[in-house]
C-alpha cells in the first residue's frame, strides 16, 4: 500500500516537471521563452535596426546582442565557440582574429594575474 502512494506521488512530480521544462511542442525548446528570459536576465540585449530611409511606421529588424552579463560572465570568444559549435562549424577566424586585435580576448587571464 505505502509503494501505491510513492508511485502516485512520483507520477504527479513527473508531471509538474514537465509543465516547468519550457520546451515547445514535440519537446522542442521553446525558443521565444528562453530569449525572453536572457533578456530578463541581461544576457541578451534586444534592439530595433531601422533600414536607412524607412518610414516611421516600417516594422524593421529585431537585432541581438550580447548584454552587459554575457560580457562579464562569459566573454565574446566563448559565445563565438559556442555557436559555432551549435552549428556544427569552426569558429570564424576573422572573429576571433578581430577578438585578438581589440584585446578582448583574455579577460579572465587578465584578472588572474592581477590579483596574484
Known amino acids: 500500500k505505502g509503494s501505491g502512494r ?3 506521488a512520483n507520477a504527479s512530480s ?3 516537471d514537465e509543465d516547468d521544462d519550457e520546451s515547445g511542442p514535440y ?7 528562453a530569449i525572453e528570459r536572457f533578456l530578463h536576465m541581461d544576457y541578451l540585449i534586444k534592439e530595433k535596426v531601422m533600414p536607412v530611409g524607412a ?3 516600417d516594422a524593421g529588424q529585431i537585432q541581438y546582442a550580447m548584454g552587459p552579463r554575457s560580457h562579464l560572465e ?3 570568444k566563448q559565445v563565438i565557440c559556442f ?4 552549428l556544427g562549424e ?3 577566424p576573422t572573429m576571433l582574429a578581430e577578438l585578438e586585435e581589440s584585446g ?3 579577460e579572465e587571464e587578465e584578472v588572474d594575474e592581477g590579483e596574484e
Not at 27 to 33: A, E, K, L, S, W
Not at 83 to 86: Q, T, Y
Request: glycine share 10%.
Open 83 to 86: 555557436c559555432a559549435e551549435v
Open 74 to 76: 562569459i566573454g565574446r
Open 90 to 92: 569552426e569558429p570564424d
Open 27 to 33: 519537446g522542442t525548446p521553446d525558443v521565444d521563452t
Open 104 to 106: 578582448d580576448e583574455g
Open 55 to 57: 518610414a516611421a511606421s
Open 14 to 16: 513527473v508531471a509538474d
Open 6 to 8: 510513492s508511485r502516485t
